[in-house]
């Protein structure tokens, strides 16, 4: 599917389906946690769990987006 046809439809269910919109949010929330843990030098073997639980949540809700 060409990318802007997938931006759009992305967009138009951001507005229209609230289940998509919460499922974005939530990967939102996890992407920017994710993002804060790598911009750590080093994590502590208790944050390397939690960014690959956060990574897996994160491809489970993209996975989910996908379905709608």
């Known amino acids: ?4 046809i997938q931006e759009e ?3 138009h269910l ?3 389906n609230e ?3 919460n499922l974005m949010n939530q990967h ?3 992407d920017a946690v994710v993002a804060e ?3 750590k030098p080093a994590l502590t073997a208790e944050e ?3 960014e690959h639980r956060l ?3 994160k491809l489970q809700l993209k996975d989910q987006m996908e379905q709608i």
Not at 1 to 4: S, V
Request: net charge neutral; charged share 40%; proline share 0%.
């Open 28 to 30: 939102h929330e996890y």
């Open 48 to 50: 390397e769990i939690e």
């Open 37 to 39: 843990l790598e911009s």
């Open 9 to 11: 439809l992305k967009a």
């Open 14 to 16: 951001m507005q229209t």
């Open 55 to 57: 990574k897996k949540l």
């Open 1 to 4: 599917m060409d990318k802007a």
């Open 19 to 21: 289940a998509f919109r």
